[in-house]
Nanobody
Framework: QLSLVESGGGSVQSGGSLRLSCTAS????????IGWVRQAPGKEREGLSC????????????YYTDSAQGRFTISRDDDKNMVYLDMNNLKPDDTATYYC??????????????WGQGTPVTVSS
């Protein structure tokens, strides 16, 4: 079972930036498509971004939903076994718990089999 661990959440003022990180113990993240999903209080989970595996089994591409496009950037560092989500120009509406998620390949369904525990992000106005 892929166990994902997020870090980097916290509190930031509107317009600020944060970098979320995701890693896994005992598993090479490069074998997996890794994404980020968030859930705000009282709202449904929302997919943000997904990056395909880097092991040559996929296109290795990155994908974004409208909520993330233009402000968020997903990337991976295979040497460090990390996947990052860089978030810029944060807004109070971005306040949510952010989850690192994993699957075989990114898809339009934004469904993932593996979930981290989540890291909270609070954006104040």
């Amino acid at each position: 079972q892929l166990s994902l661990v997020e870090s980097g959440g916290g509190s930031v003022q509107s317009g600020g930036s944060l970098r979320l990180s995701c890693t896994a113990s005992g598993y090479f993240l490069g074998f997996y498509a890794i994404g980020w999903v968030r859930q705000a209080p009282g709202k449904e989970r929302e997919g943000l971004s997904c990056i395909n595996s880097s092991d040559g089994s996929s296109d290795g591409g990155s994908y974004y939903t409208d909520s993330a496009q233009g402000r968020f950037t997903i990337s991976r560092d295979d040497d460090k076994n990390m996947v990052y989500l860089d978030m810029n120009n944060l807004k109070p509406d971005d306040t949510a718990t952010y989850y690192c998620v994993g699957t075989v390949q990114c898809s339009r369904s934004w469904e993932f089999e593996h979930w981290g525990q989540g890291t909270p992000v609070t954006v104040s106005s």
